[in-house]
């Protein structure tokens, strides 16, 4: 089944901002996210603070006028320094890993589906948007969703669980495209 994904940059994302909210309230509310009205209250700030990223770019999908799923993400920047995420990662794998993993490469932020939308093709389409022709992507996600299980059908892999704690809810773990770990070269981390 053919799935049309749309191309948003930062300004087109942040005229759906209001869509993309209410369908990331929709699909973290619940199990197996289950995210507090604390967490869901903080994610119009972290969309917001994701459209200053340096490329940033968006994909959904609608069915009609209703959007049914979302993807986003950016070029993982040079400098690691100041950010949780990254600092558990370079902790977890150690720096020149780390390095490898992120250096040069696209981060998948975020990816959801509406609920009644799953099933269809559509994470799996707008994840084949986001990743086309980039020859190094990652993401980070629960190993005990759904989504873990797409992704590895898709030839993701998970590379490592990182520390307890980064999400009170679920352990979380980085996952790399098969083929996108890039061995012998040299890396300097930051």
């Known amino acids: 089944m053919s799935h ?37 209250r903080a994610y119009p700030a972290r969309l917001a603070q994701s459209l200053t990223r340096p490329g940033f770019t968006a994909w959904t999908t609608r069915d009609n006028d209703r959007l049914t799923g979302a993807c986003y993400g950016w070029p993982t920047p040079a400098d690691l320094t100041g950010n949780h995420l990254y600092e558990a990662i370079i902790g977890t794998l150690g720096p020149n890993a780390a390095c490898l993993l992120m250096r040069d490469a696209f981060e998948v932020a975020e990816l959801f589906v509406h609920p009644d939308a799953r099933g269809r093709g559509l994470g799996r389409a707008l994840l084949s948007a986001a990743t086309a022709g980039r020859p190094a992507t990652w ?9 873990a299980r797409l992704y590895q059908r898709l030839g993701w892999r998970q590379i490592a669980l990182l520390p307890a704690g980064l999400y009170p809810q679920l352990p979380l773990a980085v996952f790399s495209r098969a083929g996108t770990t890039r061995h012998g070269d040299h890396c300097v981390p930051v």
């Open 4 to 40: 049309s994904c749309h191309r948003h940059d930062a300004a087109d994302t942040s005229r759906l901002s209001a869509d993309i909210i209410a369908l990331y309230e929709r699909c973290y509310g619940v199990p197996p996210w289950s995210e507090t009205p604390e967490q869901l």
């Open 139 to 147: 993401l980070i996600t629960s190993p005990d969703v759904p989504a």
